[in-house]
């Protein structure tokens, strides 16, 4: 099994261009997730989905579109990329929305934005 | 909604003594605590958990504490060891799988 998988893990992007982070999971997983990890400020929410065509808003959506079409695939799209959007992200899934267990993350992808 | 603090931000300790990371959580009605760690340029990965219906939970040199009255709980390593240097995550839940994070303790071991 590969787990979680993100693509890409470094791109640089200019103000204002548009772009999508990719995660597939190939756990069977009911939830995934999507944080942003900055300095001293641990890993913070961005999107969630419990299952398939189900989406909802973290502690800081604003900037970013998720969908969930299938099971395995959860895209994080930034619509008009800002500076404050550098960061790393990290896709992450769980095996049950209900029941909060053991979160598995992929290997991050680091994004800059000029 | 919830808030989780952590302390400390940094912990520096010599290798076989141990380390004690603390955190707080905000609202009453979560349920489920646990610990990931960190090491430089890898992913997160859950070494510990706690549910509040335990207040001990213990897995060979990591234990976790929890005092749901006071709330918060604690993450202890005994006997540390150089490869124990990482960053520390706190996180709760209040039942859902949406985790709120503490903003992390870099623990250096050294030798």
């Known amino acids: 099994n590969a787990g979680v998988t993100q693509t890409p893990k470094f791109q640089v992007l200019k103000t204002g261009q548009s772009m999508t982070l990719q995660c597939a999971q190939d756990m069977n997983h009911e939830y995934m997730s999507w944080y942003r990890q900055d300095p001293g400020m641990g890993l913070r929410l961005i999107h969630y989905?419990?299952?398939?065509?189900?989406?909802d808003q973290g502690e800081v959506p604003n900037g970013y579109n998720v969908s969930r079409s299938t099971t395995e695939d959860f895209p994080l799209r930034l619509l008009s990329a800002a500076p404050s959007q550098t960061s790393v992200y990290f896709c992450?899934?769980?095996?049950?929305?209900?029941?909060?267990?053991?979160?598995?993350f992929g290997e991050g992808s680091r994004l800059t934005v000029l | 909604g919830e808030n989780v603090e952590q302390h400390p931000s940094t912990l520096s300790v010599q290798e076989g003594d141990s380390a004690v990371i603390k955190c707080t959580y905000s609202d009453s009605a979560s349920n489920y605590f646990p610990w990931y760690k960190q090491e430089l340029g890898k992913r997160p990965q859950l070494i510990i958990d706690?549910?509040?219906?335990?207040g001990e939970k213990k897995d060979q040199r990591i234990a976790v504490t929890l005092n749901k009255t006071a709330k918060h709980f604690s993450l202890h390593i005994t006997e540390t060891q150089p490869e124990d240097s990482a960053v520390y995550f706190c996180?709760?839940?209040?039942?859902?799988?949406?985790?709120?994070f503490g903003t992390g303790t870099r623990l250096l071991v050294s030798p």
């Open positions: 996180a709760a839940s209040t039942g859902f799988q949406k985790l709120v």
């Open positions: 992450a899934s769980s095996q049950s929305s209900a029941s909060p267990g053991e979160l598995f």
């Open positions: 989905s419990v299952g398939a065509g189900i989406t």
């Open positions: 706690i549910r509040s219906n335990v």
